[in-house]
């Protein structure tokens, strides 16, 4: 998809559109934007797995509502060690779950997961480290699996 200089209003474009946006390798400016504020939990969540995250969308969306979104970011391996430690008491055990994967992990949150109320978390968390894993298709920006 190219950038055009005359962009239609984001709030015209329709859920396609805004998919397509979402994953296109380069995103004007003001889509950008508007992806990190989109209200589509789908498009948030494609466009919070994208590598090529500037720090503060990282920052934005590890402190989403929705525990998808801040899911999706906790398997990035750029996370600030705040915002690890963060995530290993999240309020969700899905978000604890994808955290107890993370390289980024302290011997301390580590323990502090293996020792979860919830079973699936001490599981993951005794797996051990897991890599981030990249998938990208033909004509779409890289995303974190």
Same mark, same amino acid.
Not at 56 to 70: G, L, P, Q
């Given at each position: 998809m190219t950038v055009d200089t005359e962009l239609p209003p984001w709030r015209s474009l329709d859920l396609e559109a805004r998919l397509r946006w979402a994953l296109?390798?380069?995103i004007p400016a003001p889509y950008r934007h508007a992806l990190a504020h989109e209200q589509w939990v789908q498009t948030r969540c494609y466009f919070a797995r994208r590598q090529d995250l500037r720090p503060?969308? #990282? !920052?934005?969306? !590890?402190?989403?509502?929705?525990? #998808? @979104?801040?899911l999706c970011i906790a398997k990035r391996p750029d996370l600030s060690p705040e915002q690890v430690a963060v995530f290993c @008491?999240?309020?969700d055990p899905n978000v604890r779950y994808a955290i107890a994967r993370n390289p980024l992990l302290s !011997?301390?949150?580590?323990? +502090? +997961? +293996?020792?979860?109320?919830d079973e699936v978390v001490r599981q993951a968390a005794a797996k051990g480290a897991r890599p981030s894993q990249i998938r990208q298709r033909p004509g779409q920006a890289s995303l974190y699996r």
């Open positions: 296109s390798p380069e503060e969308e #990282v !920052a934005h969306f !590890a402190n989403d509502d929705d525990y #998808v @979104i801040r @008491i999240d309020r !011997a301390a949150q580590r323990q +502090l +997961l +293996l020792d979860d109320v």
